[in-house]
């Protein structure tokens, strides 16, 4: 599956901003969809999972602000995220397996074997 990311951008604090996702070669209903993301000297961190089959998955820290979702029409998968923190900035990756994980692993980056090439979030103070 290759994957391209857009809709990065600088944003105020308590802005929004919604990134996407486009899949080619694999349908994102067939697959486990994850958003991670990676600050500048921090490892990558899992942000939210849309499952394969149904079901999502939030870290702590975006619970309630960021909403994942699947269109299966487009074969996209999106990441609406509201009331942004300057602690949210850093580079958003999409990742995809087809199937489904177990949950505890599909919230780690390892068992994705397709990523995006990253899009750029900045949210100032």
């Known amino acids: 599956v290759q994957l391209q990311a857009s809709g990065g951008g600088l944003v105020q604090t308590g802005g929004s901003l919604r990134l996407s996702c486009a899949a080619s070669?694999?349908?994102?209903?067939?697959?486990?969809m994850a958003w991670f993301r990676q600050a500048p000297g921090k490892e990558r961190q899992f942000v939210a999972l849309?499952?394969?089959?149904?079901?999502?998955s939030y870290s702590n820290s975006v619970l309630g602000r960021f909403t994942i979702s699947k269109d299966n029409a487009a074969n996209t998968v999106n990441l609406q995220m509201n009331s942004l923190k300057p602690e949210d900035t850093a580079v958003y990756y999409c990742?995809?397996?087809?199937?489904?994980?177990?949950?505890?692993?599909?919230?780690?980056?390892?068992?994705?074997?397709?990523w995006g090439q990253g899009t750029l979030v900045t949210v100032s103070a």
């Open positions: 849309s499952r394969s089959g149904g079901g999502t």
């Open positions: 990742a995809a397996r087809k199937g489904r994980l177990a949950l505890s692993a599909a919230r780690t980056p390892g068992p994705y074997d397709s």
């Open positions: 070669g694999g349908t994102v209903s067939a697959s486990d």
